[in-house]
């Protein structure tokens, strides 16, 4: 009874008003503030342009570099080279990544040899590893390749570590008696797992993301955070803002992709 | 789509952390390491990977000859200062803000798409912003340690106050407690353990983006020295570094884990 309670008292939070008056109170305060940082910005003049340029002039400088290369390419041209790169290095990690988590789960002795290693190399941050990979493969895309696959495969090496461990013994040993044989692990200890690993993977492209920006405000030829560099060390705080809006927008983007993938491919997990 | 708040994932302590290897399995473990970094600097050369004896060496003898202004447990010093002034500011904004989140139905659906937007926006893309702003050095990267702590203790936060059990603050009420007491007596108690989930990955969030701030536009600090490493070319500069990055990590992780068992001594955390 009393471990219900919280749940029960959740749901209630959120389903006590019709979901489309919750999205009008959402994007009704979304709307406020931008109107405030207009007036703040255009009709106050509180801040000079330099320091924080008006909502509109963001919007017309992301407008205008979609046709107007900037530092060699369009603003759409930059983010596909930052997506290229968080892709790549996601799905290296994600190989790499699964294979480890899979072994060490598996076999004791990989466990006993790579867990210690894996768990001390993890402690330094991906972003610590950005000037050893300046100095291993220079400013190429390999570089940044390096440190998405450095961020992400943490969380897809412990998520399939979990997946394989958090299936229940019994259920193993249950389909086993039932004559399952290899089947076991397609139709048992897969879709139990599944949500999990998937679950790893979502965790794993953010971290890329956040890895990559950093990367690419240190060294990089192209790519959102290329230009957000650039164009605040020219004090052109539109570009650098329009920068920084589509790359929120495309951490918005990754994590609504991964959510929908997810529920295609385990519509079972449990959200 | 909805947008709906989510649990800092990092955050979601896992079934099976049983994962424990016997002391001597990591010595063995640990030694390969190093056996592996040796032939690996043998056959790339030192200038690409120095050996773990050099880079000991480099280690040792930075921790008492300045380099780049600094020793290297000052830099270390130094970075920690940045680090805790964002993390505080952010604890003393995060848990306010994650408690109104938590309590009042309007502020969050008010708030939630704004803030799950900016949320996704990595700490790092603020750091030329703050840059322009502040300038490079001490308040900038203590904004953006704060930028990068302040998401996950506003969402365990009001995870953990949307989860108390609705009985207790009526009960309390009932009983004759005030709206204060009740938000300090029951709300925040029973918060805690969930409140403690977001100030880890904010600790660490937080010295992650510490050391990416002050290689970006720093003067000192141990992101600094890394730099500073890079551009010398010289790599067991880089890698005592990262060594010094690592460690602090996880000593700081670990001081906040007792912290919080002192903190709840009712709940033994794991």
Redesign the interface.
Known sequence: M?KD??AR??A??ST??V?IQ?IA??????VV?IVIWHLATTQLRLLSP??LPSPESVVARIVSLSYTPYLGETIWGHAWASVQIVVGGWLLAGVVGTALGVG?SWSPLV???????FQ??R??????????A???LGIDNSARIFIVFIAAVV?WT?NS??AV??VDPLLIRAAKTLGAGRRTLTEVVLPAGLPTLL?GA??AL?NA??AL??AE??AAVAG??FV??N??RV?D?PT??A??VI???L??LF??VMLRISKVLAPWAKN | MTMSITVPTSARPSRTTKTTVSPPWVVTSLALFVVIWFVASLIVGPALLPTPLTVAQTFISLCVEPLAGLTLPGHVASSLTRWGTGFLIAVLVGVPVGIAFGAFTYVREAFTPVFEFLRYIPPFAWIPLAILWMGAGQTSASFIVFIAAVPPIIISTQVGIVNVDHRLPRAATNLGSGRARTVTEILVPVAMPSIFTGIRVAVSNGWMAVVAAEMIGGTQGVGFLIIQGQESGDVSVVISGMIAIGATGAVIDWIVNILSRQVMPWRRSK
């Open positions: 009393s309670a919280p008292r959740t209630r939070a006590n008003r979901p919750r109170i959402g994007a009704g305060t979304a503030l330099t320091a060490m466990r006993n040899l790579t867990f210690p290693i001390m190399l402690s330094v941050s991906p972003i610590a590893w950005i000037p050893i300046l100095v291993w969380p412990v570590m979990d461990r958090s679950a979502r965790i953010g993301w956040t920006i950093a405000l240190l959102l955070g957000a560099l164009s605040s004090l705080t650098m803002l920068a920084m790359i929120g927008a951490g918005v994590s609504f």
